[in-house]
């Protein structure tokens, strides 16, 4: 496998080394044909084998084994003519080499081996009495195959840990991501829950201060109005705490630390009560305990959106609500029932979407219709195992 740098700088680096690399090949096998063993001193014919055999190398990152194949073609038939043996030696290492730390190990022991075996063939058959220049040539390219054969395994290796260091950093980024998506959603829920649970006990509080200052002004009840005020005032209070405690969750970036108490089933009493002081009759019944506190908070939502719907879209001024919450089988029942003459929340807005999301925030489900008749039922299931 050819190693192909996609780099245009480096690229360029690698094209000017390549070619000082071949120039000194090139001059050590120059020096040493001159220099050394006169009686091997190539003539016309080795010289053009010698210096041809260097050329190949120009091109060992994209084409290793071609480029070998080319070295030893070109070198074989100079040493079969019993030129210098030492002069052309670097360029076949560079080529050896480069193959190595390119190639799969296996294709780099078979390459290297029917290239050894078929040289030194060679040299045995042009002098027999070669033996120690035959082992010291076998022991160089051993060395420089498996010298090659490290520093593809080292590449490799270095090259694995830089992928899993950015595969983790992805992963990191991206579950940074999906948390702040779903801190994001959580606070629209909880904002949701809280402003219009909040802003329709406001309406129909105001609605009966209203009514009763316009039903008959020349007899104010002053104490049905007074009350409805003090409803008001209570829900807004409430509100504002509620409200209160969301910011201080943004302002702390939305850790789940900086959430602060969840609301439980404890409170459900309160969200009874408001309903009843809109003018709705609400039968609550309560008999889970030892509920986990992510599945007490979303009974408690699910129930104050519940009784949102029933008490905006009842339709009629003796409304009744049935809210029951049980354990049985492993899981919290929540059961609340209207029988009110509207739709119950059937213009669904994001209040059944977002007890969707509260039911499967903890592994439950939730279902919700119009009854036969009149009247509007939703029912939760949620899951205790499993839920922290």
Not at 13 to 25: E, G, I, K, P
Not at 71 to 91: E, K, Q, R, W
Not at 115 to 122: D, E, G, R, W, Y
Not at 315 to 341: E, P, S, Y
Request: charge should be positive; glycine fraction near 8%; charged fraction near 20%.
């Amino acid at each position: 496998m050819a190693v192909i740098n996609r780099d245009p700088r480096t690229a360029r680096h690698a094209r000017r080394n390549d070619l000082l690399l071949v120039l000194a090949t090139t001059a050590h096998a120059v020096v040493v044909a001159l220099v050394t063993d006169p009686a091997r001193r190539p003539d016309a014919l080795g010289w053009t084998l010698l210096l041809a055999g260097q050329v190949p190398n120009l091109w060992r990152r994209r084409h290793p084994l071609l480029v070998l194949a080319a070295v030893i073609g070109t070198l074989l038939p100079y040493h079969a003519l019993d030129y210098n043996h030492t002069a052309p030696v670097p360029a076949s290492y560079v080529a050896l080499y480069t193959v190595a730390v390119t190639c799969r190990p296996l294709w780099t022991l078979l390459t290297s081996g029917t290239a050894l075996a078929v040289a030194m063939s060679i040299m045995v058959f042009v002098n027999k009495h070669q033996a120690a220049e035959l082992l010291r040539i076998f022991g160089w390219v051993v060395a420089v195959v498996f010298a090659g054969i490290s520093l593809r395994s080292y590449r490799q290796y270095v090259a694995a840990i830089v992928e899993r260091a950015e595969r983790a950093e992805r992963t990191r980024e991206e579950e940074a991501r999906r948390r702040v998506a779903e801190e994001r959603l959580r606070i629209a829920r909880d904002l949701h829950d809280l402003l219009a649970h909040s802003i329709t006990l406001i309406g129909v509080q105001t609605s009966v201060a209203a009514h009763v200052l316009n039903a008959d002004p020349d007899r104010l009840d002053r104490a049905t109005v007074a009350k409805a005020l003090d409803d008001i005032a209570e829900t807004c209070r409430t509100a504002r705490g509620e409200l209160r405690t969301t910011l201080e969750v943004l302002r702390e970036h939305g850790t789940p630390d900086a959430r602060g108490p969840l609301p439980d089933l404890h409170a459900l009493d309160g969200l009874a009560e408001a309903a009843r002081a809109a003018g709705a009759e609400v039968d609550l019944s309560v008999s889970a305990k030892d509920v986990p506190p992510a599945v007490g908070a979303a009974a408690y939502r699910i129930v104050q959106e519940a009784l949102t719907n029933a008490v905006r879209h009842g339709g009629r001024d003796d409304l009744g609500i049935r809210v029951g919450v049980h354990t049985g089988q492993g899981a919290l029942r929540v059961t609340v029932t209207d029988d009110g003459a509207g739709s119950g929340g059937g213009n669904a807005g994001f209040g059944l979407v977002g007890m969707r999301e509260r039911a499967r925030s903890v592994g439950g489900t939730l279902d919700a219709g119009p009854l036969p008749g009149n009247g509007f039922e939703v029912t939760a299931v949620l899951p205790l195992q499993g839920a922290k």
